[in-house]
T-cell receptor, first 113, second 113 residues
Framework: NAGVTQTPKFQVLKTGQSMTLQCAQD?????MSWYRQDPGMGLRLIHY???????DQGEVPNGYNVSRSTTEDFPLRLLSAAPSQTSVYFC????????????FGSGTRLTVV | GQQLNQSPQSMFIQEGEDVSMNCTSS?????WLWYKQDPGEGPVLLIA?????ELTSNGRLTAQFGITRKDSFLNISASIPSDVGIYFC?????????????FGTGTRLKVLA
């Protein structure tokens, strides 16, 4: 099994551009989340989903959109990139978050110039 | 929002030494998870704790669920160079149920051979 797959691994955007970070999991996990990691700030939750068709906001949702049309995929959309969105983005999934925790992808390093 | 405070923020230790780190919250948690992040990778689950007072080991790692339910501790015995990385505590946001996990700011461990 591939686990959680994120693409691309690296991306440079110009301010104002839009793009979609892809996330796919092949473990039939219901729960999926997006986090961003910035130096000294740990991992902060952007959006999460508890199943296909159900999403909700996390701690830092502004400037990002998500959708969950299938169990496998949970893309993160940057609507109009800003330098403050320069970060490393992680997608994670879980079968039962309390008892198994989240399985993370290897991340997308995004730079907005 | 909820915050998990980890200490120390970073530490340098000699190979073979024991390491202790902790995670504290102002709210009660019913689950504590400890993750390790290697450079350039996503976090990987090390240990999960579900009951106050619980002590769980995974090889040279031992974690404890604090009896107040507001803290957790991670110990690494006889450290080796591959223990280098960032250690995160995490738990379900007490105000939001089990779907939203929040992470601490991390303890960065550097091992001197």
């Amino acid at each position: 099994n591939a686990g959680v797959t994120q693409t691309p691994k690296f991306q440079v955007l110009k301010t104002g551009q839009s793009m979609t970070l892809q996330c796919a999991q092949d473990m039939n996990h219901e729960y999926m989340s997006w986090y961003r990691q910035d130096p000294g700030m740990g991992l902060r939750l952007i959006h999460y989903s508890v199943g296909a068709g159900i999403t909700d906001q996390g701690e830092v949702p502004n400037g990002y959109n998500v959708s969950r049309s299938t169990t496998e995929d949970f893309p993160l959309r940057l609507l109009s990139a800003a330098p403050s969105q320069t970060s490393v983005y992680f997608c994670a999934s879980s079968y039962s978050s309390r008892y198994y925790g989240y399985t993370f992808g290897s991340g997308t390093r995004l730079t907005v110039v | 929002g909820q915050q998990l405070n980890q200490s120390p923020q970073s530490m340098f230790i000699q190979e073979g030494e024991d390491v202790s780190m902790n995670c504290t919250s102002s709210s009660i948690f019913n689950t504590w998870l400890w993750y390790k992040q290697d450079p350039g990778e996503g976090p990987v689950l090390l240990i999960a704790l579900y009951k106050a007072g619980e002590l769980t080991s995974n090889g040279r790692l031992t974690a404890q669920f604090g009896i107040t339910r507001k803290d957790s501790f991670l110990n690494i015995s006889a450290s080796i160079p591959s223990d280098v990385g960032i250690y995160f505590c995490a738990g379900p946001d007490p105000t939001s149920g089990t779907y939203k996990y929040i992470f601490g700011t991390g303890t960065r461990l550097k091992v001197l051979a």
